[in-house]
């Protein structure tokens, strides 16, 4: 099995910074692209930035200038800097990655971590 392990969630001041991480374990041949998103009750949830393979990034516009995504192939782990933090990002944040777990696995297969709250005061 496959497991997306999240850490580096809390609470902090507006202004503040947090690091998340994102630890890929069990049977995996390869990992293509990884991401992160958020949720807040009553919406749906958002994408907040993406990596790939080779460390193409892509983020929303909410977090542009902001956020810094991340990873270490070695270690199959993605972060997600957050810096000058608003009251607005105030959200469950989750882990997504797309892993191959066998090498004659056709495609790719989405995966998911529990995710990880992140709480913003003003």
């Known amino acids: 099995q496959v497991q997306l392990v999240e850490s580096g969630g809390g609470l902090v001041q507006a202004g503040g910074s947090l690091r998340l991480s994102c630890a890929a374990s069990?049977?995996?041949?390869?990992?293509?692209?990884m991401g992160w998103y958020r949720q807040v009750p009553g919406k749906q949830r958002e994408l907040v930035a993406v990596i790939s393979s080779r460390s193409i990034t892509n983020y929303a516009d909410s977090v542009k200038g902001r956020f810094t995504i991340s990873r270490d192939n070695a270690k199959n782990t993605v972060y997600l800097q957050m810096n000058s933090l608003k009251p607005e990002d105030t959200a469950v944040y989750y882990c997504?990655?797309?892993?191959?777990?066998?090498?004659?696995?056709?495609?790719?297969?989405?995966?998911w971590g529990q995710g990880t709250q992140v709480t913003v005061s003003s």
């Open positions: 997504n990655a797309e892993i191959k777990t066998h090498i004659l696995q056709p495609g790719w297969s989405d995966y």
């Open positions: 069990g049977s995996i041949f390869r990992i293509n692209v």
